[in-house]
């Protein structure tokens, strides 16, 4: 049995062996097989390599050999170019040489002509200066005269071309401003007719007999003394049937005395105590009166609610006058002319009506506060809550301050026109005839002016010239200059027409 085994291992140990001896031998046979096959490659891959070098190395040089050759070409172009620019240099520098000796010989002939010229002009001053020697001696005229005279005669064209094209501004101007103004004016006067009565500062009071007279003056004169010291009101009674006139300046006094002396008389009973209580009652109820005439004025002019103090001044300008035209009647024109010309014109209409409606309240108190109407109207305006531009136009309306707005400018425009309407205001007839005096001077003092007539109540003046002085352009001139005048140095209420008058032509100008 392990001889069996024995054996049995001898030969799987000898099998194990020759299968050992047979892969070696076989791992040799392929090794020897492999470095053969390497050594085979290796020298393919030199033989390659060795052919691919060759290969190179001809297309290295046949490529070098190109880029030489154009390296070669580019070189031979440039070579050629700069030949080219060389040969355009140096006849660029020919061309130089030769345009600056063209230059110096120029320059030369060009000092030679302004030698030349020098001496002529010497020479031609010499004879100039010869020449107006000989005209200084045969025309008895220096140059300073002649230049002189040569100035006035331009002087006089210039101006009489000024006339010319003044006048043709002022009648283009005119035109459309007398157009437009005239339109404006016209269609608020015609919506504002009213009628005016010149008011006096003297009142009637009828009486049912003589005899009354005497009990109106009492005893030794108790009670006309009585009347008088209350009302301060004078008590005319003379030979007028029937009636006593009252005198003052005080419409407002004068209306109170009017009132009691009334009641006096229809009551009968006239004595100091009488009077008194009469005086008393009659100016209580003017007072309230004059409250409902400024309410009523208020509401007439339909510009809204208003102080009470304002509404009281404008009551008491149903008493006051102006050259004859009652002032709330006044105000009241001026209230809707300038409502209207606002409406128009596209300005504030309320601020118009406003300012037009008490422009004039400080004649009111004119005798109780120191200042002008206007600056007085103003300063109440501005104390009882008038907006400041209500303020400024009424301080504005007789330019004692420059308008600054529209508004202000209507109401002087209102108030012009409603104190200029024919009938509206009157004069005593000294002012009237030494107005008519000053417009008349005023225009004689011209030069070349003939003859001045005033006329229309002053608002036109005729201006009669010597046409042998005076040209169209020059009595255009005439005429503008007069009215300039006029304006600076006259007062007048409306406007005042110049023409004046050359031959059978006339120019006017109107301010």
């Known amino acids: 049995m392990q001889l069996v085994i024995g054996i049995v291992l001898g030969v799987a140990a000898g099998l194990a062996v020759g299968a050992l001896v047979a892969s070696r031998v076989a791992i040799g046979r392929r090794r020897a097989a492999a470095e053969q096959e390497i050594a085979r490659m290796t020298a393919d891959a030199e033989r390659s390599a060795d052919a691919i070098r060759r290969e190179a190395q001809v297309e290295a040089k046949e490529e070098a050999l190109k880029l ?19 040969e355009r240099t140096a006849a660029r520098e020919q061309d130089v040489e030769r345009t600056l000796t063209e230059l110096e010989r120029r320059e030369q002939g060009l000092a030679d002509r302004e030698l030349h010229v020098k001496e002529l002009q010497e020479s031609l001053k010499e004879t100039r200066d010869a020449q107006v020697r000989e005209l200084e001696r045969i025309a008895g005229l220096t140059t300073a005269d002649a230049k002189r005279q040569l100035l006035e005669q331009a002087e006089d064209q210039i101006r009489r071309d000024m006339g010319r094209m003044v006048r043709a501004a002022e009648e283009e101007a005119q035109a459309e401003a007398k157009k437009r103004a005239r339109n404006l004016v016209a269609d608020a006067l015609q919506r504002v007719a009213a009628s005016h009565a010149a008011e006096t500062t003297v009142s009637l009071v009828e009486l049912p007999s003589d005899d009354m007279k005497g009990r109106i003056i009492g005893r030794e004169g108790r009670n006309i003394r009585a009347l008088e010291n209350l009302t301060g009101v004078d008590f005319i009674i003379d030979d007028t049937p029937q009636a006593v006139v009252l005198s003052s300046f005080d419409g407002v006094r004068r209306e109170v005395a009017k009132l009691t002396l009334a009641k006096l008389v229809e009551d009968g009973r006239i004595h100091p105590s009488r009077i008194e209580e009469m005086y008393y009652q009659s100016k209580a109820e003017i007072e309230e009166h004059i409250r409902q005439l400024g309410e009523q004025a208020v509401f007439e002019a339909n510009v809204g609610s208003m102080h009470d103090e304002l509404i009281k001044l404008l009551g008491r300008l149903r008493f006051r006058t102006s050259y004859g035209q009652n002032i709330l009647k006044h105000s009241l024109e001026c209230t809707h002319l300038a409502g209207i010309m606002a409406s128009e014109l596209g300005a504030s209409v309320k601020t118009a009506k406003r300012a037009a409606l008490l422009h004039d309240a400080g004649k009111a108190m004119t005798h109780e506060v120191e200042g002008s109407h206007a600056s007085i109207s103003a300063q109440m305006a501005k104390r009882y809550g008038e907006s400041q531009h209500v303020v400024h136009a009424i301080e504005a309306h007789h330019y004692e301050v420059q308008p600054q707005t529209v508004e ?7 108030d012009a026109i409603s104190a200029s309407r024919p009938g509206a205001r009157g004069e ?13 001077g005023l225009a004689s003092a011209k030069k070349g002016v003939e003859r001045v007539f005033a006329i229309q109540a002053g608002r036109e003046i005729r201006v009669m010239v010597k046409p042998a002085e005076v040209d169209d352009d020059e009595a255009a001139l005439l005429s503008h200059e007069i009215a300039r005048e006029i304006e600076g140095q006259l007062e007048y209420p409306g406007q005042i027409k110049v023409t004046v008058i050359r031959e059978s032509r006339a120019t006017e100008y109107a301010k």
Do not use: M, P, Q
């Not at 070669?72 to 060389?86: F, G, M, N, P, S």
């Open 68 to 86: 030489r050759a154009e390296v070669e070409r580019e070189l031979a172009d440039r070579r050629a170019e700069t030949i080219k620019v060389e």
């Open 408 to 414: 202000a400018v209507l109401v002087i425009a209102a």
């Open 428 to 440: 005593s007839l000294e002012h009237y005839v030494k107005r008519l005096e000053n417009l008349e």
